[in-house]
């Protein structure tokens, strides 16, 4: 059980295009969604956290105009690229837990995207 | 503050060797422990937790202990195998989660 599926897996985009990405749980309600970004060779960082029916909450630093999140339904939320550019490029992983925001429950990850922006 | 600090790699070890990763942590209020293991162009799995001081989470070989003395949680393992290269994070939740830099681990044949 609690499995998160996330697709793509991988994407290339042309510089100035938007991408988006989605987050299911495919057994589980998810009231709270994370997003993640991993540069290569270090830890994930959290870009937002995205709450069903309400405004996502952005880390300090990230751009709430570039990085769109929508959570319209407890099993799938997105995350859109807007105006994606080269330095964007790196992977991106969304996470959940189940139940409610309690945080003795462990996170599930999806497998990841990849973005590569050319 | 909340942080977790894990022992830099790579830590290269051959087939049937013990393992250890070390990791360490400062938080606020009493967190729950976790290590998560991610394999090459994968997201992370959860391999064990531990949500109380001297709880031993394990799985698939693998052990850490709780230690709210040290503010420890060190991950072991008696004896590797190739399948286990992969990069361990360990992570804290309190408010929210909090993860370690990564520790790769190879395992040579």
């Known amino acids: 059980g609690a499995v998160v599926s996330q697709h793509p897996s991988w994407v290339i985009c042309k510089s100035g295009t938007s991408v988006k990405i989605e987050c299911r749980s495919l057994?589980?309600?998810?009231?709270?969604m994370f997003w993640y970004r991993q540069f290569p060779k270090q830890s994930l960082m959290l870009m937002a956290t995205?709450?069903?029916?309400?405004?996502?909450?952005?880390e300090q630093g990230v751009e709430k105009d570039k990085f769109l999140i929508n959570h319209a339904s407890l099993t799938l939320s997105t995350l859109t690229v807007t105006s994606a550019h080269p330095e964007d490029s790196s992977f991106y992983i969304c996470?959940?837990?189940?139940?409610?925001?309690?945080?003795?429950?462990?996170?599930?990850f999806g497998n990841g995207t990849r973005l590569t922006v050319t | 503050g909340n942080s977790v600090t894990q022992m830099e790699g790579p830590v290269t070890l051959s087939e049937e060797a013990f393992l250890t990763i070390n990791c360490t942590y400062t938080a606020t209020g009493y967190p729950s422990l976790f290590w998560y293991v991610q394999y090459p162009g994968e997201g992370l799995q959860l391999l064990l937790k531990?949500?109380?001081?001297?709880d031993k989470g394990s799985n698939k070989g693998f052990e850490a202990t709780y230690r709210k003395e040290t503010t420890s949680f060190h991950l072991e393992k008696g004896s590797v195998q190739v399948s286990d290269s992969a990069v361990y994070f360990c992570?804290?939740?309190?408010?929210?989660?909090?993860f370690g830099s990564g520790t790769k681990l190879n395992v040579k044949p």
């Open positions: 057994d589980f309600q998810a009231t709270t």
């Open positions: 531990a949500t109380k001081a001297d």
């Open positions: 996470s959940a837990g189940q139940g409610t925001s309690s945080y003795n429950s462990p996170l599930h």
């Open positions: 992570a804290l939740s309190v408010n929210k989660f909090y």
């Open positions: 995205s709450n069903e029916g309400s405004k996502a909450t952005y």
